[in-house]
């Protein structure tokens, strides 16, 4: 047998999901091994800790629209550095990878880019799992140890959309990472969107209601635009929350939507993650940059 | 096993590669010898199909262009500039490599004995010498065991002994199925590895020939410069001008022009002379 015969007797698929369980679980050894990943868990799980010790003694107490302080406390912070969390450990990510060569060393291998990037995104996706799972872990046992513990059905719910919004950001992040040329690029376009998804939208929008007197219908669709806004929305609503509390918008969704709106959000942050992660899959395969 | 026709590459609106076709037959090393911006590396990501590109390329007559990754499982490569993971060992270097490949651990220890890694098989890629990772590069190329080895600048990072080391390895991958493309800078060390010579200049094919010919063709001069006492430098200048060579005076001695085959000539001639040779190095 030749040696071209020998190496293609086990000639690759163009698609193999074991190429991808490989390439995610380096990229979690990675994440692992990363600073600024665990500087994000470490801030995370101390501040949502913090918020935990804090509120609980208030818990028992309504306010923001009807669901606990310390749930309405940690949305707030979830909104926040998620977002950042996901955004820049994505954006980094491919972008460092070329930085360093070991995006060649990759790629030299039988292996796909679209291959290389969904099994990054998968192992980024678990990071992101570990991370959030850490924080609102770490919210739990500060609430146990309270002897006032928040429901854990409620935190479990929040984990999950906070994980689901972190998908989305990390399919944005590895979109800017497929597009630009430097690990620092990436980095400063990632803590743009950002802002633009967190601070920059909120303020549009007021500002565009104030100028444009929006119809409540339209001001609902900017809003639901966002994917953060929607995991706002979604939260609001998993935790039995009165969608009041998000102003004309909320109400406008209660009248208009009814109990269908969670599913609405969920859409929104499920079709976000389907679109960014495939802009992504396009913009890497079609690059020439290695 | 390899054969390139048309191959054009542009960057934005730069060529890097213009029309170049050539083939390589099994058991054939070849060099893509050129300049810095010749488009040496451009081609092998080329034959990679790690970038896209005008015209055919076929390896294992298998069209790069629609299954690169497909080519890629014949191909062993080590880049010019070796991007490893800095915190991984060796060995779990190695091991990545192999489970990308989905080939058997077992072959990890005997590509570690080939390159002679044993000893460092336990320390973090980041705490390994520049020929040591050169050494690291060429494992996991040989890790497939493939009928096709890209190698960019393979010696261009290290010093004398390892260089010897790393071309002495080289040559003993010759063999009657495995086609060896090798790009460098060097002619010298392109005479010892292959068979044939393509010379690149801005992306185009100037010459095709083998190894011995290239200086010849190229009109190729290195310059040896000799250290003298200074009271017998102008003497030395005068004694090799008037036997033939292109010298000219410069600090501590004189710059002579030979050909690359040709060095000791110059040095023979100064012998003859009795000038005193303190010392001696050949530029390029």
């Not at chain 1, 102003?247 to 209660?254: D, F, L």
Request: charged letters at 15%; a neutral charge.
């Amino acid at each position: 047998m030749t040696a071209v015969a020998n190496s293609l007797h086990a000639a690759p698929r163009a698609f193999e999901l074991r190429l991808l369980s490989v390439i995610a679980r380096k990229v979690i050894r990675e994440a692992s091994r990363d600073r600024w990943f665990w500087l994000y868990c470490a801030g995370f799980t101390a501040l949502a800790g913090a918020i935990t010790i804090t509120a609980v003694p208030d818990h028992n107490l309504i306010g923001s629209g009807g669901f606990g302080r310390t749930a309405a406390s940690l949305v707030a912070l979830v909104q926040l550095v998620v977002p950042l969390m996901a955004l820049t450990l994505g954006a980094r990510y491919l972008a460092g990878e070329r930085d360093s060569g070991t995006l060649v060393f990759l790629l030299c291998h039988p292996v796909s880019r679209t291959e290389v990037l969904l099994g990054t995104y998968v192992g980024l996706a678990g990071s992101m799992f570990a991370a959030v799972a850490t924080g609102f872990g770490a919210a739990g046992l500060f609430s146990a140890l309270r002897s006032a513990p928040t429901d854990p059905v409620l935190l479990v719910r929040l984990a999950a959309l906070s994980w689901l919004l972190s998908l989305a950001m990390l399919g944005l992040g590895l979109l800017i990472s497929s597009t630009v040329r430097s690990a620092s690029t990436a980095l400063g376009t990632a803590l743009f969107v950002w802002l633009a998804v967190v601070f920059l939208g909120d303020l549009g929008i007021m500002g565009t209601v104030v100028a444009t007197r929006l119809p409540v219908g339209a001001l609902f669709a900017t809003v639901m635009v966002n994917p953060v806004e929607a995991f706002r929305l979604a939260s609001v609503v998993a935790l039995d929350g009165s969608l009041d509390a998000l102003g004309p918008a909320g109400t406008y969704a209660v009248d208009r939507f009814g109990d269908g709106i969670a599913d609405i959000a969920l859409g929104v942050m499920a079709t976000w993650t389907i679109a960014a992660v495939g802009a992504a899959v396009l913009a890497f395969r079609r690059g020439d940059q290695t | 096993m390899i054969r390139v026709d048309g191959l054009t590459k542009a960057y934005r609106s730069k060529v890097v590669v213009d029309d170049l076709s050539f083939s390589v037959e099994g058991g054939e090393a070849v060099a893509l010898w050129g300049p810095n911006g010749a488009g040496k590396t451009t081609v092998i990501r080329c034959l990679l199909g790690l970038v896209r590109y005008e015209g055919l390329i076929e390896v294992g007559g298998m069209d790069v262009g629609t299954h690169s990754k497909l080519t890629r499982g014949l191909i062993g490569y080590v880049p010019q500039e070796l991007g490893f993971y800095a915190d991984l060992t060796v060995a779990e270097t190695l091991a990545l490599s192999s489970e990308l490949r989905g080939l058997a651990r077992s072959r990890i220890g005997e590509v570690i004995e080939a390159v002679s890694l044993g000893a460092e098989a336990g320390k973090r890629v980041g705490e390994l010498s520049g020929g040591m990772r050169q050494r690291l590069g060429m494992a996991v190329a040989l890790l497939p065991d493939p009928p096709v080895l890209l190698l960019d600048e393979p010696t261009s990072s290290l010093d004398v002994t390892a260089r010897r080391r790393m071309v002495s390895l080289l040559d003993s991958l010759r063999g009657p199925e495995r086609v060896l493309v090798i790009t460098s800078h060097r002619v010298e060390e392109v005479g010892m590895l292959v068979d044939r010579v393509l010379a690149l200049d801005a992306g185009r094919l100037v010459h095709e020939c083998p190894p011995g010919e290239l200086t010849g063709r190229l009109n190729l001069e290195s310059w040896l410069h000799v250290v003298l006492p200074s009271s017998q430098t102008a003497g030395a200048l005068a004694h090799l001008t008037a036997a033939g060579f292109n010298a000219q005076e410069n600090g501590h001695g004189v710059l002579v022009g030979v050909s690359p085959e040709d060095k000791v000539s110059a040095l023979g001639c100064l012998r003859e002379g009795n000038f005193e040779i303190m010392d001696f190095e050949v530029w390029r």
